[in-house]
């Protein structure tokens, strides 16, 4: 019998998803965006109540400084989000999407959403929560290891 192998089956589904909204309906309409793109795009809309400041980004999404400081520059230059300084401190700009990004925004909720019911096509209320639970602990075990034990 062959070894399960589960970082590889979720490599290769994440190439699936990758593959999919690469040929999307609405590639056409929303090709400024690229992959960790879509997924800021996604989050600052979900907190648009909030003040959001690169540190939540990096937290979020388990990135670098130096990652989150790049990905950002791109999108401000690709005119996805913008900087605004913040009355309680001057050194603090916090991250707001810019009206293209809401636009593009609505297509990627689309295209989320079908593929969301792709993928849990089958499954019961009750496995998609399992799966859910599984997946969340995969994710933190892998954050307690630190770069050098791998």
Same mark, same amino acid.
Request: aromatic content about 8%.
């Given at each position: 019998?062959?070894?399960?192998? *589960?970082?590889?089956?979720?490599?290769?589904?994440?190439?699936?998803? =990758?593959?999919?909204? %690469? @040929?999307?309906?609405?590639?056409?309409?929303?090709?400024? /965006?690229?992959?960790?793109?879509?997924?800021? *795009?996604?989050?600052?809309?979900?907190?648009? %109540?909030?003040? *959001? @400041?690169?540190?939540?980004?990096?937290?979020? @999404? +388990?990135?670098?400084?130096?990652?989150?400081?790049? /990905?950002?520059?791109? #999108?401000? &230059?690709?005119?996805?989000?913008?900087? &605004?300084? /913040?009355?309680?401190?001057? =050194?603090?700009?916090?991250? /707001?999407? +810019?009206?293209?990004?809401? &636009?593009?925004?609505?297509?990627?909720?689309? %295209?989320? #959403?079908?593929?969301?019911? *792709?993928?849990?096509?089958? @499954?019961?209320? %009750?496995?998609?929560?399992?799966?859910?639970?599984?997946?969340? =602990? #995969?994710?933190?075990?892998?954050?307690?290891?630190?770069?050098?034990?791998?």
């Amino acid at each position: 019998m062959e070894k399960i192998r *589960i970082g590889f089956e979720l490599r290769s589904l994440n190439n699936l998803i =990758r593959r999919y909204f %690469d @040929f999307s309906s609405h590639r056409k309409e929303i090709e400024t /965006v690229t992959g960790n793109n879509g997924w800021i *795009i996604g989050y600052l809309s979900e907190n648009k %109540d909030k003040e *959001i @400041f690169q540190k939540d980004i990096e937290e979020h @999404f +388990t990135i670098t400084r130096s990652t989150a400081s790049r /990905v950002l520059n791109l #999108m401000e &230059q690709k005119g996805l989000i913008q900087r &605004q300084s /913040v009355a309680q401190d001057a =050194r603090l700009k916090k991250i /707001v999407l +810019t009206e293209k990004a809401w &636009q593009i925004r609505g297509l990627m909720c689309e %295209d989320a #959403m079908r593929m969301e019911r *792709i993928l849990t096509d089958g @499954f019961s209320e %009750d496995e998609i929560k399992e799966l859910y639970t599984y997946l969340q =602990r #995969m994710k933190t075990n892998i954050a307690k290891i630190k770069p050098t034990e791998s």
